[in-house]
């Protein structure tokens, strides 16, 4: 049997690859996904013809661009996971090919320590999904994940903090330097409203995010409207090496409000005097592991 803590470490330590803030989300969504299905069903059993399709979906909207076929994307961790100790398939199949795992239709599962862990202690469960949901992904995009695997996000994110998350605390007060440095106006759209004296709908974003060492200094931050901090999150708006507002082609809108997105393409940052651009190391960060592919053409 497998105490608490071993499971929460187990799951929550997965063997990443993970190196100079390179984003490494397939393994925690395979997880999460796992975990979704064994607070919804009882079972974590997972075929892999059913795998393919919701993983796959589940990497290419959440993960960075790839340029991996969508069945490869999903083979490796669903292969993988295994070495982990913390996943079993229904027969040996070699890692990463996907031929076998068609073949065979092979199902995956937590290991039954895990599994059994996890089943008896729906809290527990919740706070390795919170665990994963917030060490990879921020806070506009915690939730869509969750609501993807099919966890309820107010459950999960109010679950117990498993562990104290190692290293590095917020910088008191960042926040506020950030809007107060940009005029507490969208840096990309200009929207400044405000409800009484205060700014409503207005936000400090990280251009690197916070889970993947982005600090929290003003020349890694922006302020940013709800909808275009979620944008800008997701990588289906960004900014090239001169500072100009990029749209992913992966990006449609049919009505004119959705459609003025695309008017930001080209746009330049304009800060007021004294205020730090990003930094080209946060900048480049972002346009790697989570712009979403090409950017429309000028
Ligand atoms: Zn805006």
Known sequence: MSTRRQVLDRLTGLHLHQQHGRRAPHKPLLVLLALGRLAGTGSSELPWSEALQLLSDLIAEFGPASRTGRAQS?????????????????QDVPMDLVGPLTTHDVSGRFADPVEAALHRDPELLRSVARALVESHFPPTIAPDVLVAVGLDPDDVLHAAAPA??????????????????????????GYDGQL???????????????????PDDLDNGLALCVLHHKLFDFGAVGLDPALRITVSAAFTARTDVGRSVYDLHGRTLRPRPGTPLPAAEHVSWHRREVFKGDALAA
């Open 74 to 90: 999903a083979a490796y961790p669903f292969t993988r996971l295994r070495s982990d100790g913390v996943w079993v398939l229904s």
């Open 196 to 214: 009484g004296h205060a700014s409503v709908g207005v936000e400090a974003a990280h251009v690197r995010w916070f889970s993947h060492e982005g």
């Open 164 to 189: 104290p998350v190692a290293g590095r605390r917020r910088k008191a007060g960042w926040r506020a330097d950030v809007l107060r440095a940009w005029d507490r106006q969208c840096a990309f759209c």
